[in-house]
Antibody
Framework: EVQLVESGGGLVKPGGSLRLSCAAS????????MNWVRQAPGKGLEWVSS????????YYADSVKGRFTISRDNAKNSLYLQMNSLRAEDTAVYYC?????????????WGQGTLVTVSS | EIVLTQSPGTLSLSPGERATLSCRAS???????LAWYQQKPGQAPRLLIY???SRATGIPDRFSGSGSGTDFTLTISRLEPEDFAVYYC???????????FGGGTKVEIK
C-alpha cells in the first residue's frame, strides 16, 4: 500500500524557516517524481514544487521561487521542502504527492498533509 | 501560465441526480493533460480522472471525464451520498513550472 506521511509543520514567525519531510513507503520511491502542493485555509489547491525521480529536474511556482528548496533522498525514501523567508501567505496545509509522470504530471497518491502557520 | 476556470462554483443536487462540472482553460491544454480530483473536508485530494477521460484505479464508473483543447467536463452519472465534496481540475500540459489547478466546484446536497 502506498503511503506518504508528512511531518515538520508548525507555527513560525514571518521571516523564519521550516523544513518539511515526507516519508514514502509501499512503492519504489526512486522511480517516481514527487511534488509539494499546498492549500491555504478555506482555499483551493496550489502546486508548489516538483522534483524528478533522480533530482535532475526541479521546478517551483513563482510564488516560492528563491525561498523554497525541494530535495529528495532516494536511499531514505524521503522528500523534503526547505522553506525560508516565510510569509503570512505561506500559511497552508502542505501535501506531499506522487507524480505519475516524470516532469509534467498529475498526482496519483497524496499524504494527509502538514499544517504550516506563519504568524507573529 | 494556463488559468483554469471551474463552473459552477457550487452545485446543489439530490442523491441519484446527474452532476456536470465544467473546467475551462485560458489556452489549449496539450495532449489532453487534464486531471480531476475529489476532496472531502479534512481529507487529502483523491485522483479521479487523468488524461481528460481515463479513470484512476478504483474509481467507480459513474465518474467520467471528457473534453479537449480548452473545455473539459467531469460527469457523475448518479450521485451517491459519498460523492458530495469539492472537485478540482488540474492541467499538466504546460511547462513544468506552470502546473495549475482550477478554483474548485463544491457539490452539495440539495
Amino acid at each position: 500500500e502506498v503511503q506518504l506521511v508528512e511531518s515538520g509543520g508548525g507555527l513560525v514567525k514571518p521571516g523564519g524557516s521550516l523544513r518539511l519531510s515526507c516519508a514514502a513507503s509501499g512503492f519504489t520511491f526512486s522511480s517516481y517524481s514527487m511534488n509539494w502542493v499546498r492549500q491555504a485555509p478555506g482555499k483551493g489547491l496550489e502546486w508548489v514544487s516538483s522534483i524528478s525521480s533522480s533530482s535532475s529536474y526541479i521546478y517551483y511556482a513563482d510564488s516560492v521561487k528563491g525561498r523554497f528548496t525541494i530535495s529528495r533522498d532516494n536511499a531514505k525514501n524521503s522528500l523534503y521542502l526547505q522553506m525560508n523567508s516565510l510569509r503570512a501567505e505561506d500559511t497552508a496545509v502542505y501535501y506531499c504527492a506522487r507524480g505519475k509522470l516524470e516532469r509534467r504530471s498529475y498526482f496519483d497518491y497524496w499524504g494527509q498533509g502538514t499544517l504550516v502557520t506563519v504568524s507573529s | 501560465e494556463i488559468v483554469l476556470t471551474q463552473s459552477p462554483g457550487t452545485l446543489s443536487l439530490s442523491p441519484g441526480e446527474r452532476a456536470t462540472l465544467s473546467c475551462r482553460a485560458s489556452q489549449s491544454v496539450s495532449s489532453s493533460y487534464l486531471a480531476w480530483y475529489q476532496q472531502k473536508p479534512g481529507q487529502a485530494p483523491r485522483l479521479l480522472i487523468y488524461g481528460a477521460s481515463s479513470r484512476a484505479t478504483g474509481i467507480p464508473d459513474r465518474f467520467s471525464g471528457s473534453g479537449s483543447g480548452t473545455d473539459f467536463t467531469l460527469t457523475i452519472s448518479r450521485l451517491e451520498p459519498e460523492d458530495f465534496a469539492v472537485y478540482y481540475c488540474q492541467q499538466y500540459g504546460s511547462s513544468p513550472q506552470g502546473l495549475t489547478f482550477g478554483g474548485g466546484t463544491k457539490v452539495e446536497i440539495k
